[in-house]
């Protein structure tokens, strides 16, 4: 049974900073791993999708990296706005890209003026 | 492109009542997941349909049912509600070829008293 934990629970940082969220998964034989963000009370945005044979990706601010052989997952947020302000949560299906996703319960974000 | 559009956006119902929630997809998605997502949790699978036919389902009782019909809209119905229905309802889907990237609706907020 796959299992996804991400820590921390909550962050807050002052703007300007550099942060890594962190996600790990107990079932390395995994599809790919996408990254979401939601905001309070509002459904999924989706950040960026790794791919089994990738390493990672990137979109703007943001880069993710993956490493299936330890079961892990990294989101790094460079110069960090208040307007990342968020939950960040990660989620990934097995093998075969058909099944579930798994998600963690998320790391709640908090960019301090 | 028009997104994953969820009907309604809130929603209070009454103990044992029956409640319809209501998704329409993208053009082409022909997999739709449908979640539920309690406060301060990450979302949990509910069921998931591909061509209309359910091929998957979480650890939810048969109150729970959907329907996923041609045009890309889909249903989710809860019957005999209970207060621990309440929650954020959220709708996802994807094409049929990788990077099988989810796309997930706003949500809909069910309160059930």
């Known amino acids: 049974k796959q299992e996804v934990t991400q820590i921390p629970a909550a962050l807050s940082v002052p703007e300007g900073e550099n942060l890594v969220l962190n996600c790990s998964f107990t079932d390395s034989a995994i599809y790919n791993l996408q990254w979401f963000r939601q905001d309070p009370g509002k459904g999924l945005t989706s950040l960026l999708l790794?791919?089994?044979?990738?390493r990672e990706q990137t979109s703007g601010r943001l880069n993710a990296s993956l490493d299936k052989s330890s079961g892990r997952s990294t989101l790094y947020i460079a110069a960090s706005q208040p307007g990342d302000s968020a939950t960040y949560l990660c989620a990934t299906p097995r093998e075969g890209g058909s099944e579930k996703l798994v998600f963690g319960k998320g790391t709640k974000l908090t960019v301090n003026p | 492109e028009t997104g994953v559009t969820q009907s309604p956006t809130h929603l209070i119902k009454t103990r044992g009542q029956q409640v319809t929630l209501r998704c329409s997809s993208q053009?082409?998605?022909?997999?739709v997941s449908w979640y539920q997502q309690a406060l301060g949790q990450g979302p949990q699978f509910i069921f998931q349909y591909y061509r209309e036919e359910e091929n998957g389902r979480g650890n939810f009782p048969p109150r729970f049912s959907g329907l996923q019909f041609p045009n890309y809209s889909s249903e989710l119905n809860v019957n005999a509600l209970e207060l621990d229905d309440s929650a954020l309802y959220l709708c996802?889907?994807?094409?049929?070829?990788?990077?099988?990237?989810?796309?997930f609706g706003s949500g809909t907020r069910l309160t059930v008293v």
């Open positions: 996802a889907s994807r094409l049929d070829r990788v990077p099988y990237g989810y796309t």
């Open positions: 053009s082409g998605h022909n997999t």
């Open positions: 790794i791919q089994s044979s990738q």
